[in-house]
């Protein structure tokens, strides 16, 4: 099956019982027993329930992988991967990421004995250095939120095989329509699939999805003991947004470059961070592991002039200024005192997200209306 059909189809069959070809929202939290174990492969909603199974295979299938979770937040899904590990591991992680996985790792899990290096991985061998015998998660977010780095999946796995090291890819940016980490030697792939596989600002959830049945269970296991799992009716909303992943993506794509190569031009930028400009340092990663460049852009203004970014996002009126993104309507954003004001300032600089830095989740609106309303809320 092809990814365009596996959005649709993919790990679904229709409902048993009446033939419904949605899957039901089973909004139960338990399942009748005949005699004690006597169920039909439900006991208890935080184990399974059949709504979220359904997701789950949806997951799995457009990830080519072989098991999907589902749990009720991104970050639920990244602390499940963290409880993989033992006191004393290490991890490598990407310097530039969403600032609440960087609270996650710092503030939560280095308090358990966890040390995280937080590096460069745009060249691989940079990775290598850091591989010791405690070395357990190389922790790979592509492209990074929100400076938009490329790093190479397959040289990251090379590094992850060679050291009999995990690798976890965050896929959240490009989605599996761009990008399948799976296949280019990840162990997990991860989403926040509150963006762009939900694709429509209604939802929070989490997605891992992984092909080794060992490692699978241990999540499975993780999964249901810590109980971060998403309910029925998010499952539901999840596999219908997934439904037209492919098209809102391919036009999410049209869009982001036409806004990039706006910006690009226009004489109040300074800096447009977009991978599909043949000038972005990683354009060639981006071109030999994404199948398009997607829809996420950051730019910073001339002069890195705090007060007129903080105007132009105010200003905007079709890009609404709000955290999160992935959704079909356009946002903005600014990092520094939003989504990554968990980073501290010296750390945050040193990774490009400087006080100027705005980030745009171009949406699936008329290209028309989201130029001009950029070059009004510029202009002003
Ligand atoms: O918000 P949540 O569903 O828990 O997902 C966390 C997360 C993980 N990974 C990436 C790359 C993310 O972008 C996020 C969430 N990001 C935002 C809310 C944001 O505006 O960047």
Same mark, same amino acid.
């Given at each position: 099956?092809?990814?365009?059909?596996?959005?649709?189809?993919?790990?679904?069959?229709?409902?048993?019982?009446?033939?419904?070809?949605?899957?039901?929202?089973?909004?139960?939290?338990?399942?009748?027993?005949?005699?004690?174990?006597?169920?039909?492969?439900?006991?208890?909603?935080?184990?399974?329930?059949?709504?979220?199974?359904?997701?789950?295979?949806?997951?799995?299938?457009?990830?080519?992988?072989?098991?999907?979770?589902?749990?009720?937040?991104?970050?639920?899904?990244?602390?499940?991967? %963290?409880?993989?590990?033992?006191?004393?591991? /290490?991890?490598?992680?990407? #310097?530039?990421?969403?600032?609440?996985?960087?609270?996650?790792?710092?503030?939560?899990?280095?308090?358990?004995?966890?040390?995280?290096?937080?590096?460069?991985?745009?060249?691989?061998? !940079?990775?290598?250095?850091?591989?010791?015998? !405690?070395?357990?998660?190389?922790?790979?977010?592509?492209?990074? !939120?929100?400076?938009?780095?490329? *790093?190479?999946?397959?040289?990251?796995?090379?590094?992850?095989?060679?050291?009999?090291?995990?690798?976890?890819?965050?896929?959240?940016?490009?989605?599996?329509?761009?990008?399948? =980490?799976?296949?280019?030697?990840?162990?997990?792939? %991860?989403? #926040?699939?509150?963006?762009?596989?939900?694709?429509?600002?209604?939802?929070? %959830?989490?997605?891992?999805?992984?092909?080794?049945?060992?490692?699978?269970?241990?999540?499975?296991?993780?999964?249901?003991?810590?109980?971060? *799992?998403?309910?029925?009716?998010?499952?539901?909303?999840?596999?219908?947004?997934?439904?037209?992943?492919?098209?809102?993506?391919?036009?999410?794509?049209?869009?982001?470059?036409?806004?990039? /190569?706006?910006?690009?031009?226009?004489?109040?930028?300074?800096?447009?961070?977009? =991978?599909?400009?043949?000038?972005?340092?990683?354009?060639?990663?981006?071109?030999?592991?994404?199948?398009?460049?997607?829809?996420?852009?950051?730019?910073?203004?001339?002069? !890195?002039?705090?007060?007129?970014?903080?105007?132009?996002?105010?200003?905007?009126?079709?890009?609404?200024?709000? /955290?999160?993104?992935?959704?079909? /309507?356009?946002?903005?954003?600014? =990092?520094?005192?939003?989504?990554?004001?968990?980073?501290?300032? #010296?750390?945050?600089?040193?990774?490009?997200?400087?006080?100027?830095?705005?980030?745009?989740?171009?949406?699936?609106?008329?290209?028309?209306?989201?130029?001009?309303?950029?070059?009004?809320?510029?202009?002003?």
């Amino acid at each position: 099956m092809k990814f365009n059909t596996k959005t649709i189809h993919g790990g679904q069959e229709p409902d048993k019982a009446y033939g419904a070809v949605m899957p039901p929202i089973y909004q139960t939290s338990t399942y009748a027993q005949t005699t004690p174990g006597g169920h039909k492969g439900y006991e208890y909603s935080r184990t399974h329930n059949p709504t979220r199974t359904a997701l789950e295979k949806s997951f799995a299938s457009i990830e080519n992988g072989n098991y999907g979770l589902a749990f009720g937040s991104g970050l639920a899904a990244i602390d499940a991967i %963290m409880k993989l590990l033992q006191p004393g591991d /290490e991890v490598i992680s990407t #310097s530039d990421l969403y600032g609440g996985t960087y609270r996650l790792f710092t503030k939560i899990f280095e308090g358990f004995g966890i040390k995280f290096h937080f590096i460069g991985m745009q060249n691989a061998a !940079n990775i290598e250095s850091y591989v010791n015998e !405690n070395t357990k998660l190389i922790w790979v977010e592509t492209p990074t !939120n929100p400076m938009m780095n490329i *790093i190479d999946i397959e040289a990251s796995s090379a590094v992850a095989k060679k050291h009999n090291i995990m690798l976890a890819v965050d896929n959240t940016f490009a989605t599996p329509y761009l990008q399948r =980490p799976l296949d280019l030697g990840a162990d997990i792939v %991860m989403h #926040s699939a509150t963006k762009y596989i939900g694709g429509h600002s209604d939802l929070v %959830m989490g997605a891992l999805v992984v092909k080794d049945k060992k490692l699978a269970d241990k999540l499975y296991f993780i999964q249901n003991a810590s109980g971060a *799992i998403c309910g029925p009716m998010d499952s539901f909303l999840a596999l219908r947004g997934i439904k037209t992943l492919h098209v809102r993506m391919q036009r999410h794509c049209e869009n982001g470059k036409a806004v990039a /190569e706006y910006l690009a031009q226009h004489p109040a930028v300074e800096n447009v961070y977009w =991978p599909g400009f043949e000038s972005h340092p990683n354009h060639e990663i981006a071109k030999k592991q994404m199948d398009d460049f997607g829809g996420m852009i950051s730019f910073t203004t001339k002069g !890195n002039d705090y007060e007129k970014s903080i105007k132009i996002v105010e200003n905007l009126k079709v890009f609404v200024l709000a /955290e999160s993104l992935g959704g079909v /309507e356009s946002l903005a954003g600014h =990092p520094a005192s939003m989504t990554h004001a968990s980073i501290p300032k #010296s750390a945050r600089e040193k990774t490009g997200v400087v006080d100027s830095l705005i980030r745009l989740s171009v949406g699936i609106e008329d290209i028309d209306d989201l130029i001009a309303d950029l070059a009004q809320a510029i202009a002003t």
